[in-house]
């Protein structure tokens, strides 16, 4: 576990459930950018459709 995890894992809350959410983003690194690009499409979406001429 890098520093960043294992500082993550040791802040306030479940110490368990903190340590199992950073070991499964490490073992599956593609899951913060397809979060991070379905989070920038549905913002857009939602701008797009607040823009819409009515």
Not at 22 to 34: D, M, Y
């Amino acid at each position: 576990m890098g520093v960043a995890g294992w500082r993550f894992a040791h802040m306030k809350g479940t110490l368990r459930v903190r340590a199992v959410v950073v070991g499964v983003l490490e073992e599956l690194p593609f899951i913060c950018p397809a979060v991070v690009a379905i989070g920038s499409l549905i913002m857009i979406g939602i701008t797009l459709w607040n823009d819409w001429p009515q």
